[in-house]
C-alpha cells in the first residue's frame, strides 16, 4: 500500500493546475491521492491570497487539519500555494502544526521536505524563480473532458491592488513546442478541451512565438478540441489575437476580458494602463470581427477613492459593453501592494450596496444575452449530470454558457445540438435535438 496524501485547493484555475502538477510529483514520489482528510499521510492545502476573505476561509479550514493531526501526530501538514508565499513566517509561527511552507515556484522540492517533516524537520520553500514552467511534468489530471494547460506563470502588470506579481513572482512563458506537445497529448487521450492559462495569456512570448501564433498552432492540432483561453488583459489584445480567434471555428467564441472599473481616474490609480474608451472600443472591434462573441468581466468596487461618479461610470459600462458574465469583487487591500499605502476610505457598507448594485445590473443583462439564444440550437459539449435533477444532463456551449437538458441517451464528452427553450440570468434550458459530427483530425 502506497502513502497517500490529500490536497485541497482553493482560489483560480491556475491553482487547480498547478495542484494537478502537485499530484504528478507526489505521485512520482510514491504517494496515492484519497478524497478523505482522515485517512492522509501527508495533508497539503493549495491556497489562495487574492483578497482578505479567501485567506480567512483558508484560516479556518486549516482548523480542521491541525484537529486531525491531533488525532494523528505522524501526518504531515503542507501549506501551498499564493498564502505560502505572503505569509510564510507568519503562518510557522502562529500555526505551529503546519509542517510545511511551499510556495508554487518550488513544488519539486516537496518530497523531500516531507520526508523531512517525518524526522522532525519543518520546512519552508518559497524562493520565485524566473524559469520555473515544469516543463517536464506531465499534470496528473483527474477527469478525462476538460483540461488546463499553463502557458504563462507569474505576472509583470502589477495592478496596484493585485498580489498575484509578489506570490507568483514575474512573468514566464512556455515553449510552443512543449504546450503542443501537452495539446496533442491530452486530444490524443480523447479530452475535448483544453484550456491555456495564465494571469496573462496575452503577453504569451517565447523568443520567437507570441499568443496569437500559440493559439492558431493548438487549434490547428485537432479541429475537433474546443480550446480555451485565460486571462486577457485588454492592454495586450491585439488586432493579430482578435483575427486568430476569428479564424478558426474550434477557438471557443468567449473571452473573459477583465476591466475592473468604468472611470479612467480609477483606472489610473489601479494602473491598468487604458481608459474606459479605449476598452469599449476595444470590446465593439472584438463583436464586429468575431461573430456570437461571448464576453466577461472582473469588477472591483470601493477601490480607495471611488466616488459615486466613478461608480455610475462602472455601472454604465457594464451597460455599453453589454458583458455576458462578471465576476464582481469588493477591494481588499493587500500587503506589499502600490494600493497598500493609500487609505481604504470607502465604507464597508458603501462597497456592500455599490456591489449589489452592480450584480442587479449585470444579472439583468445577462438575463437579456441570455434570452436572446431562446428558439436557437446550440452546440453543447455534454460535462455530466445537473447539480439540480439525476434526469438532466448538463454542458456548455462554445461561449461557456450553461445549458441543463433531459437525459437523452448521451454520454459525457458528446457534442450535441440543443434547443433552447427558456432561460435565466445563469444557465440555459432545452431539449436535445442532434448529435454533432465533428471533424477529427490530428496532426502528425
Ligand atoms: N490576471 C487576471 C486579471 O488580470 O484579471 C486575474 C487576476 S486575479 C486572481 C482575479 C481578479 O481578482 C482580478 O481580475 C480582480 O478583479 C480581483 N482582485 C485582484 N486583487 C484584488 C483585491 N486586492 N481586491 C479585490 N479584488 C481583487
Ligand atoms: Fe494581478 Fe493585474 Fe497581473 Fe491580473 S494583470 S494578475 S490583476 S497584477
Known amino acids: 500500500m502506497g502513502r497517500k496524501m490529500y490536497i485541497e485547493t482553493y482560489g483560480c484555475q491556475m491553482n487547480m493546475a498547478d495542484t494537478e502538477i502537485v499530484l504528478s510529483i507526489m505521485h512520482d514520489a510514491g504517494f496515492d491521492r484519497t478524497d478523505f482528510l482522515s485517512s492522509a499521510d501527508v495533508a497539503l492545502i493549495n491556497t489562495c491570497a487574492v483578497r482578505e476573505n479567501a485567506e480567512q476561509r483558508i484560516i479556518g479550514r486549516l482548523g480542521d487539519f491541525n484537529h486531525y493531526k491531533k488525532s494523528n501526530p505522524n501526518v504531515v501538514i503542507g501549506v501551498l500555494g499564493c498564502m505560502a508565499e505572503r505569509v510564510r513566517r507568519d503562518l510557522m509561527e502562529s500555526e505551529d502544526f503546519v509542517d510545511l511552507i511551499v510556495g508554487p515556484d518550488e513544488y519539486r522540492k516537496l518530497p523531500t521536505l ?56 514575474r512573468e514566464r512563458s512556455r515553449s510552443q513546442a512543449n504546450v503542443l506537445q501537452e495539446v496533442k497529448e491530452v486530444a490524443q487521450r480523447g479530452f475535448k478541451e483544453v484550456t491555456l492559462l495564465g494571469q496573462n495569456v496575452n503577453s504569451y512570448w517565447d523568443d520567437t512565438n507570441d499568443f496569437p501564433d500559440l493559439l492558431a498552432a493548438v487549434a490547428d492540432v485537432d479541429q475537433s478540441l474546443r480550446i480555451r483561453f485565460m486571462t486577457s488583459h485588454p492592454q495586450d489584445m491585439s488586432d493579430k489575437l482578435i483575427a486568430t480567434i476569428a479564424s478558426r471555428s474550434n477557438i471557443c467564441s468567449y473571452i473573459h476580458l477583465p476591466v475592473q472599473s468604468g472611470s479612467d481616474r480609477i483606472l489610473e490609480l489601479m494602473n491598468r494602463t487604458y481608459t474606459a474608451d479605449h476598452y469599449l472600443n476595444l470590446v465593439r472591434k472584438i463583436k464586429e470581427t468575431i461573430s456570437e462573441i461571448s464576453l466577461s468581466t472582473d469588477i472591483i468596487t470601493g477601490f480607495p477613492t471611488e466616488t459615486e461618479d466613478d461608480h455610475k461610470q462602472t455601472l454604465g459600462l457594464l451597460q455599453a459593453a453589454e458583458y455576458d458574465g462578471a465576476y464582481t469583487f469588493k477591494y481588499s487591500p493587500r500587503e506589499n501592494t502600490k494600493a497598500w499605502s493609500m487609505i481604504d476610505d470607502v465604507p464597508e457598507e458603501v462597497k456592500n450596496r455599490r456591489l449589489s448594485e452592480i450584480i442587479d445590473i449585470q444579472r439583468n443583462i445577462s438575463l437579456y444575452r441570455n434570452r436572446t439564444l431562446v428558439g436557437q440550437t446550440v452546440e453543447v459539449l455534454v460535462e455530466g449530470p445537473s447539480k439540480k435533477s439525476a434526469a438532466d444532463f448538463c454542458g456548455r456551449t462554445d461561449s461557456n454558457k450553461m445549458v441543463v437538458f433531459p437525459r437523452n441517451g448521451d454520454a459525457v464528452g458528446d457534442y450535441i445540438g440543443v434547443r433552447i427553450e427558456r432561460a435565466n440570468s445563469a444557465t440555459l434550458f432545452g431539449t436535445q435535438e442532434h448529435a454533432f459530427h465533428q471533424p477529427h483530425a490530428i496532426i502528425p
Do not use: M
Not at 524566473?130 to 502589477?158: H, M
Open 114 to 169: 516531507i520526508e523531512a517533516a517525518r524526522d522532525g524537520e519543518r520546512g519552508i520553500a518559497v524562493r520565485l524563480s524566473r524559469i520555473e514552467n515544469y516543463d517536464d511534468i506531465i499534470p496528473l489530471r483527474t477527469q478525462g473532458l476538460s483540461a488546463w494547460i499553463p502557458i504563462v506563470r507569474g505576472c509583470d502588470k502589477f495592478c496596484t491592488y493585485c498580489v498575484v506579481p509578489f506570490t507568483r513572482g
